[in-house]
């Protein structure tokens, strides 16, 4: 009941602060690929089963890659739900079948640069075109980071301070 509490108290200060960090999406081509990263709100990440069987009409199916869940613990950070959009160059199409690798170096504090579980996600009654990569991460304020998003040997690197 405690860690219930403090969840709801999370997102409740979370939501109450708006979409600050919520930018537009940072943008980076690739020889073949647009790469769109965006950084939001925590969000619920459910399985397939956990949509029918709850009737859930918000949060992030998981749809593929690690089934993993949640990765961010909330602990001595803010959680912000990281994910990416690829589109391909060629076709304009999103590219759905192609799990990236992702690692999130803090550079404030010079922490080396950590992969992230990557899940494919697809928001809840959302099209296919939706489907995107990333996870929830541990940010700290303030900190500046450098996200790498890797796609077979194509790569691009984000630069962003944390809001
Ligand atoms: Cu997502």
């Known amino acids: 009941m405690r860690n219930v509490a403090c969840v709801v108290a999370v997102l409740g200060v979370l939501v109450g602060s708006g979409s600050a960090f919520a930018a537009a999406p940072l943008t980076q081509k690739t020889a073949s690929y647009s790469i769109a990263l965006t950084l939001g709100p925590k969000e619920a990440m459910v399985t397939p089963a956990e949509v029918k069987a709850k009737h859930l009409t918000t949060g992030e199916v998981m749809v593929g890659g690690s089934m993993a869940m949640d990765m961010s613990s909330g602990m001595g950070g803010a959680v912000r739900h ?82």
């Open 82 to 163: 990281l994910e990416v959009h690829i589109t391909s160059l060629a076709t304009g199409k999103p590219v759905l079948s192609r799990i990236p690798k992702i690692t999130v170096a803090d550079q404030t504090a010079k922490s080396p640069a950590d992969p992230i579980t990557v899940v494919k996600m697809q928001g809840v009654g959302a099209p296919a075109s939706d489907i995107h990569f990333g996870n929830n991460v541990d940010l700290h304020v303030g900190h500046s980071y450098a996200v790498s998003v890797a796609i077979g040997s194509e790569k691009t690197v984000f630069q962003f301070t944390a809001k």
